[in-house]
């Protein structure tokens, strides 16, 4: 018999993708209670030659493990079949899919990382306070960015990243933009046809909780933006910083704005070295104060250098936007050229993959450069939103 649950009694263990999910075996109930946006795993404990999922009568899944996961609310009806000659097994129950309970925000709700690489920006956006820990730096980081706060946070030079996500898997739409991430570049006015100004890229990941522990530790996709597939985007490249040396030689440069041009030392994995300087606008430490490891290393795609001394000497650079789908890369305004598409997600090998939807989201400074008194080109974000989940209309009250 069919059990029922009044909606206060829902299950949240079934809410949830946990290990503790009940087993799809001979036992199992008929109904299950879940929300929706939330991941069900069902993992079987009988084995086969071949398996086969279904949801309302469409193909779903052949693996053996299956997480059900659904938008609309709901009655789904599912059937699990082992297809083997000897051990035959057929089995059919119900996902009642409920409306959540508190309504879901559009806005991030955690961060779950923050590792800048050294940037003029770094220990000040956010602030870090003498004896500051990873934790409360991670704790302002999300202080910053979640919800509506709108606090720029810095990435700092090429590779640097934040990973952050909402209360609930944001589901991928096909063919639309699922997301959307605000940042700070705008555009200069001497060349309106050419779109630069302050286009600082940031090159987007997306991940899908697949092990169901909440946890940013599965499979990472890059999405591919505009300058993915060009020949000068290099994939597979790392860079290493280090602290800056004690004893080395302090130098300026002969415009005076740069004031310590050997200042953090870095080199990458295509045989080439140099310096993030230190300018006379940002004379705190670049390297980020709780972080005591001597060396930094990222990994991931390189984009093309997009800046251009205007003036040739030094005095005017600017930052060339690419086409589309990077973090930080035109004005927030445009808000087509600021979002998303999850089925842009790509592998390690540069091959589509389809995701029915995405639990992480990381994002890393996807240039290497530096432009003179202007510094290193670093990305910077202060809030991303689901495109699919409703704005709450701004309280009225009763006349």
């Known amino acids: 018999m069919t059990k029922l649950f009044p909606i206060s009694m829902v299950l949240l263990a079934l809410a949830a993708c946990e290990s503790s999910v009940p087993m799809v075996n001979l036992g199992i109930d008929d109904t299950y209670y879940i929300y929706r946006m939330q991941k069900l795993q069902l993992s079987p404990a009988l084995t086969g030659n071949n398996y086969e999922w279904r949801v309302n009568g469409h193909v779903m899944s052949t693996n053996r493990e299956f997480i059900f996961l659904a938008e609309d609310e709901g009655c789904y009806n599912i059937s699990f079949d082992i297809i083997d000659a000897k051990t035959p097994y057929h089995f059919e129950f119900e996902i009642n899919v409920l409306h959540e309970e508190i309504e879901y925000s559009p806005y991030i709700a955690k961060v779950y990382e923050y590792r800048p690489a050294p940037g003029q920006f770094i220990n000040e956006m956010p602030r870090y306070e003498p004896g500051d820990t990873y934790t409360d730096i991670l704790r302002k980081v999300e202080e910053s960015i979640s919800g509506t706060n709108d606090i720029m946070v810095s990435l700092g030079g090429y590779g640097g990243y934040v990973t952050f ?172 050229l600021n979002s998303f598409d999850i089925s842009w997600a790509i592998d390690s090998n540069g091959h589509h993959v389809e995701l029915p939807g995405i639990d992480f989201i990381r994002v890393y400074t996807g240039v290497n450069q530096y432009c003179g008194w202007l510094g290193e080109t670093s990305t910077e974000l202060c809030r991303a939103q689901d495109l699919h989940i409703s704005l709450m209309p701004p309280f009225m009250p009763e006349p």
């Not at 800056?244 to 070295?273: Q, T």
């Not at 001394?309 to 305004?333: A, K, R």
């Open 165 to 336: 996500g909402f209360d609930h898997t944001v589901i991928n739409h096909p063919g639309k933009m699922d997301f959307r991430i605000w940042g700070n570049s705008f555009y200069e006015l001497t060349q309106p046809d050419k779109k630069g100004g302050s286009a600082e890229p940031g090159i987007v990941m997306v991940s899908y909780d697949v092990n169901c522990n909440g946890k940013p530790d599965d499979v990472w996709y890059e999405l591919a933006g505009s300058a993915y597939f060009n020949p000068a985007t290099l994939h597979d490249y790392s860079i290493t910083y280090h602290q800056p040396d004690p004893m080395r030689e302090i130098e300026e440069d002969e415009s005076g704005m740069l004031c310590d041009v050997h200042y953090i030392a870095w080199e990458d994995s295509n045989g080439k070295f140099g310096y993030i300087a230190k300018n006379r606008f940002h004379e705190q430490n670049y390297y980020p104060l709780w972080i005591n490891d001597a060396t930094l290393s990222f990994t991931g795609s390189l984009l093309p250098q997009n800046a251009e001394d205007l003036s040739g000497m030094g005095t005017y650079y600017v930052l060339y936007c690419f086409d589309w789908g990077y973090v930080d890369n035109h004005p927030n305004d445009y808000a087509d």
